[in-house]
């Protein structure tokens, strides 16, 4: 009997003092955006409250305390992009009155900051992504890699489109390429970027050709050039190898030449007596030409 009077009283006191007036207190309270969502994108996500200091009846406070059925404040933004905030002054007077009849003794914060871009649409230059595909051991790719469409258009906010730089990132998904690529592949965006952006088109032509090189080695034979009687080498039996990757296409070329390695004295290393080897001649479609030794030591008499 005794807790129930308690119980009683406690809850007439609480009711008798929720209807008294001139009570403050801090709370957040819930916003909402208004802008054109076809024109405009949020890249951040929005503030859905501000903090706010308020005064009035126990009940109302207690029902924007809570947010139990409290309308939220609409932010209206004509341009957003053109702009990173809303000073909370300018909010003062139209959510005081939105309040009423709870008054508005001022906000927490300066300031309400946002970021909303505009949304545009772009003409991007596909690259390969070159972690998307390898070459076969002494494959390479020769001349221009070949896009159709040439370019690819990509809607989205323009900071978004910023970050890729006029460029989009083709992926090829294959590995140990060792021929020509003609071949249509998927356009894919990340994961992070897929409700973000959108596409034109979801598929690209690509090919590009593949050269194949060939390991090979020649023994060279020695010329010298502008050589004094008096300067010998000091290994005079000593025989230059070249090793070489050729072009699979120019091994019949490849057989047609003479290779010598040229020593020429003038050429030679004053400071310690050596002479770098020269090749001749030296085709384009050779690459990673090595010589084996590099240097020749000389012998004065």
Same mark, same amino acid.
């Given at each position: 009997m005794v807790v129930l009077c308690i119980l009683a009283a406690t809850t007439f006191w609480i009711l008798n003092a929720l209807n008294k007036d001139n009570y403050s207190t801090i709370v957040d309270y819930p916003i909402e955006w208004e802008f054109d969502r076809e024109r405009f994108f949020p890249v951040q996500p929005l503030p859905s409250s501000v903090q706010i200091q308020i005064s009035g009846n126990g009940w109302d406070l207690l029902r924007k305390y809570f947010n139990l059925n409290e309308p939220a404040y609409k932010i209206t933004l004509a341009d957003p992009s053109s702009m990173k905030h809303?000073?909370?002054?300018?909010?003062?007077?139209?959510?005081?009155?939105?309040?009423?009849? $709870?008054?508005?003794?001022?906000?927490?914060?300066?300031?309400? $900051?946002?970021?909303?871009?505009?949304?545009?649409?772009?003409?991007?230059?596909?690259?390969?992504?070159?972690?998307?595909y390898s070459l076969s051991k002494n494959s390479v790719i020769e001349g221009k890699i070949k896009f159709d469409p040439e370019v690819i258009k990509v809607t989205g906010p323009t900071s978004i489109l910023d970050i890729f730089e006029g460029k989009f990132p083709v992926d090829l998904n294959q590995s140990r390429i060792d021929q020509d690529f003609d071949r249509e592949v998927s356009l894919t965006i990340e994961k992070d970027l897929a409700?973000?952006?959108?596409?034109?088109? /979801?598929k690209i032509n690509v090919s590009f050709t593949?050269?194949?090189?060939?390991?090979?080695?020649?023994?060279?034979?020695?010329?010298?050039?502008?050589?004094?009687? $008096?300067?010998?080498?000091? /290994?005079?039996?000593?025989t230059p190898v070249m090793t070489y990757l050729v072009d699979g296409r120019?091994?019949?070329?490849?057989?047609?030449?003479?290779?010598?390695?040229?020593?020429?004295?003038?050429?030679?290393?004053r400071a310690d007596s050596t002479i770098s080897i020269r090749v001749q001649p030296l085709p384009s479609f050779l690459k990673e030409v090595k010589i084996t030794p590099e240097i020749l030591k000389l012998k004065y008499e």
């Amino acid at each position: 009997m005794v807790v129930l009077c308690i119980l009683a009283a406690t809850t007439f006191w609480i009711l008798n003092a929720l209807n008294k007036d001139n009570y403050s207190t801090i709370v957040d309270y819930p916003i909402e955006w208004e802008f054109d969502r076809e024109r405009f994108f949020p890249v951040q996500p929005l503030p859905s409250s501000v903090q706010i200091q308020i005064s009035g009846n126990g009940w109302d406070l207690l029902r924007k305390y809570f947010n139990l059925n409290e309308p939220a404040y609409k932010i209206t933004l004509a341009d957003p992009s053109s702009m990173k905030h809303i000073l909370t002054s300018e909010l003062k007077r139209p959510l005081g009155d939105f309040l009423t009849p $709870t008054q508005l003794i001022g906000f927490l914060e300066d300031s309400v $900051t946002f970021k909303i871009d505009r949304i545009e649409t772009r003409n991007l230059s596909p690259i390969l992504d070159s972690a998307s595909y390898s070459l076969s051991k002494n494959s390479v790719i020769e001349g221009k890699i070949k896009f159709d469409p040439e370019v690819i258009k990509v809607t989205g906010p323009t900071s978004i489109l910023d970050i890729f730089e006029g460029k989009f990132p083709v992926d090829l998904n294959q590995s140990r390429i060792d021929q020509d690529f003609d071949r249509e592949v998927s356009l894919t965006i990340e994961k992070d970027l897929a409700e973000i952006i959108r596409l034109n088109r /979801d598929k690209i032509n690509v090919s590009f050709t593949v050269v194949n090189f060939m390991e090979g080695n020649k023994r060279l034979k020695v010329k010298k050039i502008n050589f004094p009687r $008096t300067v010998t080498l000091e /290994d005079e039996s000593v025989t230059p190898v070249m090793t070489y990757l050729v072009d699979g296409r120019k091994v019949a070329e490849l057989k047609d030449l003479e290779f010598e390695a040229i020593l020429d004295y003038g050429r030679r290393n004053r400071a310690d007596s050596t002479i770098s080897i020269r090749v001749q001649p030296l085709p384009s479609f050779l690459k990673e030409v090595k010589i084996t030794p590099e240097i020749l030591k000389l012998k004065y008499e």
